[in-house]
């Protein structure tokens, strides 16, 4: 769960990486680093926690008003000062901060090993700035962008800079990227808490996207380079629900929100709870598919159906979900859930289930996620920001709206 984190705007780009890399922490790392531009690219990493990294290296004294940051946590290769991001090309005039894992890079590396590149980690990310650095000889930096990340096998939510081109880029592909929308001014990041405190405006990646951002965002189809056409979305969340406030961690905050956040989730318009209650009567296949803790939630719930309501349904990991896949027919219906929206393998599972023109409905914290988009319908959970890694308030209002339902089908909803 790497944190990225960009901006491009008026103001000095590394006092806001860093506080925005701060918002990221929950998400556990080993190591941090900021990369800014202004002229040429200026680079601070180290191992350890940012307040260990910054009082050595001072991050917030990078010059530049273009930046990007990054949390790692350590996938291929140790934890060391060379495997953390960003990373360089081997000019030092591209950086990259990478979450996700590539897949072919070691075939990746002996290629471009085979035209004269070295590299200075054990990591697979750096194979990004030196494949676009291989494909800018010949081309400009989108297309060279654009031809390295179509190399690429498996998963990535990217930051770029490029020492001559004064313009932040991003891209993503199966892990979660926003942009946040401020005034004059934008960031990327792989949350909102991120850049919350600036800004409430966000437009969400989709996959293959990818976004320019000079005086302002312009987004592409990575595949066909065309345009792409993007919305605005107001988040409900404000800054001060993403902060700690008086307690010692976020996991107390957050099992202290449990009783709200149960309300909110049960306060759903009666109308949309029986639409989904009929969904559920016609199908012909009941799935519930999660991951974690919502896998868990999943499970909870089918007891609640079987006894509340006298009916069966499967319940299915996100990851074990294909498995089903020649069961469903254009009648059965999945119920997805996941705080995030965001889960690999939830994802996974509803476009398998597309895939054979099976409905969708998800229940969810956070509405412009990709799950949410992809779903034919979509219940918002309304749990506020959940910042603690292990679950509490999500779980619960996932179970509440989940028993909401199974009431639903027997008339009980109230």
């Known amino acids: 769960m790497c944190g990225i984190i960009g901006y491009l705007g008026p103001r000095r780009s590394a006092p806001l990486l860093l506080k925005g890399l701060k918002q990221l922490e929950y998400r556990g790392y080993d190591s941090a680093g900021i990369a800014t531009l202004a002229g040429k690219i200026h680079l601070k990493k180290g191992v350890g926690k940012l307040e260990e990294i910054d009082p050595r290296l001072n991050l917030a004294d990078l010059p530049g008003r273009i930046g990007i940051g990054h949390t790692r946590w350590a996938t291929h290769g140790k934890v060391t000062q060379a495997n953390s991001h960003p990373h360089l090309s081997n000019s030092g005039e591209i950086a990259v901060v990478h979450n996700g894992i590539i897949e072919n890079y070691q075939e990746l590396k002996e290629f471009l090993g085979s035209k004269g590149f070295s590299f200075n980690s054990q990591t697979d990310s750096e194979v990004i700035p030196n494949l676009i650095e291989y494909y800018l000889r010949k081309r400009g930096l989108i297309d060279a962008i654009r031809k390295a990340l179509r190399r690429l096998e498996g998963s990535y939510a990217l930051a770029i800079l490029h020492e001559g081109t004064q313009a932040l880029v991003a891209a993503r592909k199966e892990s979660p990227l926003v942009v946040g929308v401020g005034p004059n001014e934008y960031w990327v990041a792989s949350d909102i808490p991120a850049f919350l405190e600036h800004t409430k405006l966000v437009i969400y990646l989709e996959d293959s996207d990818l976004v320019v951002i000079r005086d302002k965002p312009s987004f592409f189809n990575l595949e066909t380079g065309e345009p792409v056409k993007k919305k605005v979305h107001s988040v409900e969340w404000d800054f001060e629900q993403a902060k700690r406030g008086d307690f010692d961690h976020f996991m107390l905050k957050e099992i202290g929100e449990q009783a709200e956040a149960i309300q909110r989730a049960l306060s759903q318009n009666p109308r949309v709870i029986e639409r989904v209650a009929k969904l559920i009567r016609r199908a012909r296949g009941v799935y519930f598919v999660g991951c974690g803790t919502a896998y868990h939630a999943c499970l909870a719930a089918s007891y ?98 989940l028993t909401l339902l199974a009431y639903a089908l027997v008339g009980r909803f109230e």
């Open 304 to 401: 609640k159906f079987s006894k509340v309501a006298k009916r069966h349904v499967n319940v299915a990991l996100g990851s074990e979900f294909p498995n089903y896949q020649d069961f469903l027919i254009p009648e059965s219906l999945v119920i997805a859930v996941s705080q995030s929206g965001e889960t690999a393998d939830v994802l996974s599972a509803i476009r398998a289930a597309k895939s054979k023109r099976s409905k969708v409905l998800s229940i969810v914290n956070v509405m412009g996620s990709t799950l949410a988009r992809e779903s034919d319908h979509a219940i918002l959970q309304r749990s506020g920001p959940e910042i603690c890694v292990l679950a509490t308030k999500s779980y619960t209002s996932q179970l509440a709206i």
